[in-house]
């Protein structure tokens, strides 16, 4: 069963940074398109962020700029690096691997800002 764990979370205050890490387990990770998601209250999740295997990157456009996603092959972990952060970026952050037909989710970890 293919396992992922989110870290890095917290608590920042407008104009601050957090990096978020995402570890991933039973997975050939080399081979796979990493996402973050995020999900706030009342709202659906949406994507924020994903990488190819290869290394391209796609963004929201509300996080362009200011995020950057990357990736440890050898680690098998995967990063979003969080700049300028704003309070509507408050949400749970999920990573996630689409393998075959199955959407894989890490617990989340939680990004409040707020002053």
């Known amino acids: 069963q293919v396992q992922l764990v989110e870290s890095g979370g917290g608590l920042v205050q407008p104009g601050g940074s957090l990096r978020l890490s995402c570890a991933a387990s039973r997975i050939s990770f080399s081979n796979y398109v990493m996402g973050w998601y995020r999900q706030a209250a009342g709202r659906q999740r949406e994507l924020v962020a994903a990488?190819?295997?290869?290394?391209?990157?796609n963004y929201d456009d509300s996080v362009k700029g200011r995020f950057t996603i990357s990736r440890d092959n050898t680690k098998k972990t995967v990063y979003l690096e969080m700049n300028s952060l704003k309070p509507e970026d408050t949400a749970v952050y999920y990573c996630?691997?689409?393998?075959?037909?199955?959407?894989?989710w890490g617990q989340g970890t939680q990004v409040t800002v707020s002053s």
């Open positions: 996630n691997v689409h393998i075959a037909t199955i959407n894989y």
């Open positions: 990488i190819t295997s290869g290394g391209s990157t």
